[in-house]
């Protein structure tokens, strides 16, 4: 796969909306002919603690850490230009319709972990159930991640039936190997897309989860779910 820092898609054509988003999130084909969620910068809705135009670059971060740590739950998404500006845009992935999330969810089935685990090491602020698909051949992807990756803890998830469990091995490798690439380059990257005081939160976070892996307990202190739950 292209590392995505290397270069960046144009948009040809947009072809739809997903009407059930917050923000804009356009369905758009690539001038390379590639079907993709399309993420203007613009089309962002203010908020109170993510600044709003960062939230496309949180999403190609995202997607770039999950590949350098080997966890490969999250569609190739990249920086683009569009005709509504610059944004992300992510793979778009057909998904099985048949498939029931809060199933594994409520089950803290193990299949999950990797989700589990990017979600811990990006700070995720919004995991809802229904950020989390399977396409036609079974495989799980996590999708959404513009509310990422911020310096203060802001974890919300409907995850938390993981609580107190120990990360499995693989999953503490992945974080490990994470480690090695932030020494390398990530950190870099991530000062490059969101900042110093994120990327060296980022750094802190992975060196928090090898010290002690272990899946965290609900904060007390703020709202620990997301919503809507789905």
């Avoid at 997607?63 to 793979?91: H, I, K, N, R, Y």
């Avoid at 589990?116 to 700070?123: H, M, R, S």
């Avoid at 990360?167 to 390398?184: F, I, K, Q, S, Y």
């Amino acid at each position: 796969m292209t590392n995505p820092a290397d270069h960046r898609w144009d948009i040809a054509e947009v072809i739809g909306r997903f009407r059930n988003a917050s923000n804009a999130t356009l369905l758009a084909v690539t001038d390379a002919g590639r079907m993709v969620v399309y993420k203007p910068e613009q089309g962002q809705r203010p908020l109170y603690d993510f600044d709003c135009r960062t939230l496309p670059a949180r999403e190609v971060l995202t997607f770039e850490l999950a590949g350098a740590a080997g966890l490969d739950c999250v569609p190739e998404t990249v920086l683009v230009s569009g005709p509504f500006g610059p944004g992300s845009a992510q793979v778009f992935v057909e998904v099985d319709e048949e498939f029931d999330p809060a199933v594994l969810i409520n089950a803290a089935d193990p299949s999950l972990w990797p989700v589990v685990t990017l979600d811990l090491v990006i700070n995720n602020a919004d995991r809802k159930a229904g950020h989390v698909i399977a396409d036609g051949s079974g495989r799980i992807w996590c999708i959404d991640h513009g509310l990422a990756l911020h310096a203060e803890p802001k974890l919300r998830t409907v995850m938390w039936g993981f609580s107190g469990q120990s990360l499995p091995a693989t999953m503490v490798e992945c974080v490990r190997r994470l480690e090695r690439t932030l020494g390398n380059r990530l950190h870099a990257r991530a000062s490059e897309l969101l900042g110093g005081e994120e990327a060296d939160a980022l750094a802190a976070r992975v060196e928090t989860l090898l010290h002690d892996p272990i899946h965290p307990y609900p904060p007390t202190d703020r709202h620990p779910l997301p919503w809507p739950l789905w």
